[in-house]
């Protein structure tokens, strides 16, 4: 018949944290009796658990610490053995294992595989007469025990060191070696690893996909099952996540920002000990003050996709375009927001807007010239001649620009010829030291594309790999390799500047 079984536990160290209030406390959600040793006061112990001294089962003299890793974990293994051996119906749980539903035996043994080699010690319940229970303290009675699972050259090199005086503590053996090794062996020499349970019932979530426990949306419920008991929580590891990478705190769409909605704990009344303070992202007003203008967030308030909002290809031009803010610049503006006059006609009043009163507030001295396929600007501006063109030929473009620019910036129909035409039309009349650039690589229009035309970005990566302009109309593959020569930079630029996204942004540098 199945025994209510008390949990015990032992914590050694400072305060508990949320992670370990959210494993005690479903313990006793689940019905438990939880008994939490301590050596010493301990801070944030939630309600309902019976505090003991640890020394009533294993007097401390010094905490046996794994030396790589810090952990007291050696200390709890030979703990957790004394505590079985002395009381009776009583299921060890480390404070990282999770109750989902209460824990009970037939027989006093009750864990679990963690893998197909291993079972973890951080759920355990043995019988007091338990022959693997007697093994355990008879080899944790010797900090410098040689396991005997070990290849035979590995115990002998370990006796050699331990006859001459150097033996090797359990500290600076291989993590585990009290614990889950430790475990697994005796278990497998007495013969009751038969009674060990599957690893979905106490370690249903590997160590290898602990990170699901702290992503946002995970499923990671999806690893649970009926017979699912426990969910081992990986403590040190989840522990140093969550302070490095997740501000201190879980997401509350991951499994254990749920658990701990469900269980009433906030995470901030009882912090983890090295959590970092998460950084937000910067707003514009964060940087107002602190020196010239800046590109991104004008762009941003004039409402631009070149800003924040999007593209973010205003992080580039400013870096290359703030030495020429305050210059007299001739500038050649190919479409105001992607040529929506035509396109889209009710939108072209703001776009165009918001398009002009960027440049035009960045470049206080220049003047514009803006090609469009619209029928005219929506407000008139002394520093800005507006041509209307329909980017079909490169001799119409170049008709429409009389004169030697110092800047392009091509964001017009994105259509792969209509920016080759600029491109060919305006680049060979750029002035020396002059920028051309072309935003929207991989966003071209099916109204206006045509079949056979090689994309922009293929083209330029091309020329990148070969030193080649390969196009397949002869004609304009000449135009484009006469220009190679006054090419002294070309850089062709992925989505967000994040490598590995699709190519967004060219620019080019004139001799």
Same mark, same amino acid.
């Given at each position: 018949?199945?025994?209510?079984?008390?949990?015990?536990?032992? @914590?050694i160290g400072?305060?508990?944290?949320?992670?370990?209030q959210?494993c005690?406390?479903?313990?006793v959600d689940?019905g438990?009796?939880?008994?939490l040793y301590?050596?010493?006061?301990?801070?944030n112990?939630?309600?309902?658990?019976e505090v003991?001294?640890? $020394?009533?089962?294993?007097?401390?003299?010094?905490?046996?610490?794994?030396?790589?890793?810090?952990s007291?974990?050696?200390?709890?293994d030979?703990f957790?053995?004394?505590?079985?051996?002395?009381t009776d119906n009583?299921? @060890? &749980?480390d404070?990282? %294992?999770y109750?989902v539903?209460?824990?009970t035996?037939?027989n006093g043994h009750?864990?679990?595989?963690?893998?197909e080699?291993?079972?973890n $010690?951080?759920?355990?319940?043995?019988p007091?007469d338990?022959e693997?229970?007697?093994?355990?303290? %008879?080899f944790t009675?010797?900090?410098?025990?040689?396991?005997?699972?070990l290849?035979?050259?590995e115990?002998d090199?370990? *006796?050699?060191l331990?006859?001459?005086g150097?033996p090797?503590?359990v500290g600076?053996?291989?993590?585990g070696? @009290?614990?889950?090794?430790?475990l697994?062996?005796f278990l497998?020499?007495?013969g009751?690893?038969?009674?060990?349970?599957?690893?979905?019932?106490?370690?249903?979530?590997?160590f290898k $996909?602990r990170?699901l426990l702290?992503?946002?949306?995970?499923?990671? +419920?999806?690893?649970?099952?009926?017979d699912?008991?426990?969910?081992h929580?990986?403590?040190?590891r989840?522990?140093?996540r969550?302070?490095?990478?997740?501000?201190?705190?879980?997401?509350?769409?991951?499994?254990?920002?749920?658990?701990?909605?469900?269980h009433?704990?906030?995470?901030?009344?009882?912090?983890?000990?090295? %959590?970092r303070?998460? =950084?937000v992202p910067?707003?514009a007003e964060?940087?107002?003050g602190?020196g010239?203008? $800046?590109?991104t967030?004008?762009? +941003?308030?004039c409402?631009?996709?070149r800003?924040?909002l999007?593209?973010?290809?205003?992080?580039?031009?400013?870096?290359?375009? *703030?030495p020429?803010?305050q210059?007299k610049?001739k500038?050649?503006l190919?479409g105001?927001?992607?040529?929506?006059g035509?396109?889209?006609p009710?939108d072209?009043? &703001? &776009?165009?807007?918001?398009?002009?009163?960027?440049w035009?507030?960045?470049? =206080?001295k220049?003047g514009?010239?803006a090609?469009d396929?619209?029928?005219?600007?929506?407000?008139?501006?002394?520093r800005?001649?507006?041509?209307?063109?329909d980017?079909?030929?490169?001799?119409?473009?170049?008709?429409?620009?009389?004169?030697e620019?110092?800047?392009?910036?091509d964001d &017009?129909?994105?259509?792969?010829?209509?920016?080759?035409?600029g491109?060919?039309?305006?680049f060979?009349?750029?002035a020396s030291?002059?920028?051309?650039?072309v935003?929207?690589?991989?966003?071209?229009?099916g109204?206006l594309?045509?079949?056979?035309?090689?994309k922009?970005?293929?083209?330029?990566?091309?020329?990148?790999?070969?030193?080649?302009?390969?196009?397949?109309?002869?004609?304009?593959a000449?135009?484009?390799n006469?220009i190679?020569a006054?090419?002294?930079?070309c850089f062709?630029?992925?989505?967000?500047?994040i490598?590995?996204?699709?190519?967004?942004?060219?620019?080019?540098?004139k001799?």
């Amino acid at each position: 018949m199945a025994l209510d079984y008390q949990i015990g536990a032992l @914590w050694i160290g400072g305060a508990l944290s949320f992670m370990e209030q959210l494993c005690l406390k479903s313990f006793v959600d689940a019905g438990h009796h939880v008994r939490l040793y301590t050596y010493g006061e301990v801070k944030n112990i939630p309600d309902g658990i019976e505090v003991a001294d640890a $020394n009533e089962v294993l007097t401390m003299d010094s905490i046996i610490r794994h030396t790589r890793t810090g952990s007291p974990a050696p200390q709890a293994d030979r703990f957790r053995y004394h505590m079985l051996a002395q009381t009776d119906n009583v299921i @060890w &749980a480390d404070t990282d %294992a999770y109750c989902v539903r209460p824990f009970t035996t037939p027989n006093g043994h009750f864990y679990g595989w963690e893998s197909e080699h291993h079972v973890n $010690n951080g759920v355990l319940g043995l019988p007091r007469d338990s022959e693997t229970l007697r093994e355990l303290l %008879a080899f944790t009675s010797d900090e410098y025990a040689i396991p005997e699972w070990l290849p035979q050259a590995e115990q002998d090199r370990l *006796q050699a060191l331990k006859d001459a005086g150097t033996p090797v503590g359990v500290g600076d053996q291989a993590w585990g070696a @009290w614990g889950p090794r430790a475990l697994t062996h005796f278990l497998h020499k007495t013969g009751e690893i038969r009674f060990a349970l599957p690893r979905a019932a106490l370690y249903p979530i590997s160590f290898k $996909n602990r990170r699901l426990l702290v992503r946002p949306n995970a499923h990671a +419920d999806a690893y649970l099952t009926d017979d699912t008991l426990s969910i081992h929580f990986y403590g040190r590891r989840i522990r140093k996540r969550l302070e490095e990478a997740e501000g201190g705190e879980p997401h509350p769409d991951s499994l254990i920002g749920q658990l701990l909605q469900k269980h009433g704990i906030d995470p901030k009344g009882a912090p983890l000990p090295g %959590a970092r303070v998460k =950084p937000v992202p910067l707003t514009a007003e964060d940087r107002h003050g602190r020196g010239q203008l $800046n590109l991104t967030d004008l762009a +941003d308030r004039c409402g631009s996709d070149r800003g924040l909002l999007r593209h973010q290809y205003t992080e580039l031009y400013n870096m290359i375009f *703030q030495p020429l803010r305050q210059r007299k610049l001739k500038i050649v503006l190919l479409g105001l927001d992607g040529g929506i006059g035509v396109e889209h006609p009710q939108d072209w009043d &703001a &776009a165009a807007r918001s398009t002009l009163e960027m440049w035009l507030e960045y470049f =206080p001295k220049a003047g514009f010239t803006a090609l469009d396929r619209a029928g005219g600007l929506p407000e008139k501006t002394d520093r800005v001649a507006y041509r209307q063109c329909d980017f079909e030929s490169a001799d119409g473009i170049a008709q429409a620009v009389d004169f030697e620019p110092d800047i392009v910036i091509d964001d &017009a129909t994105h259509a792969s010829h209509h920016q080759q035409n600029g491109f060919t039309a305006l680049f060979p009349r750029l002035a020396s030291g002059g920028l051309y650039a072309v935003e929207d690589l991989r966003t071209q229009p099916g109204s206006l594309e045509k079949q056979g035309v090689v994309k922009t970005a293929a083209l330029f990566q091309g020329y990148l790999e070969t030193g080649i302009f390969e196009h397949p109309d002869g004609g304009t593959a000449v135009e484009l390799n006469a220009i190679r020569a006054d090419i002294s930079g070309c850089f062709v630029f992925p989505a967000k500047f994040i490598k590995g996204r699709r190519d967004q942004l060219l620019v080019v540098h004139k001799r």
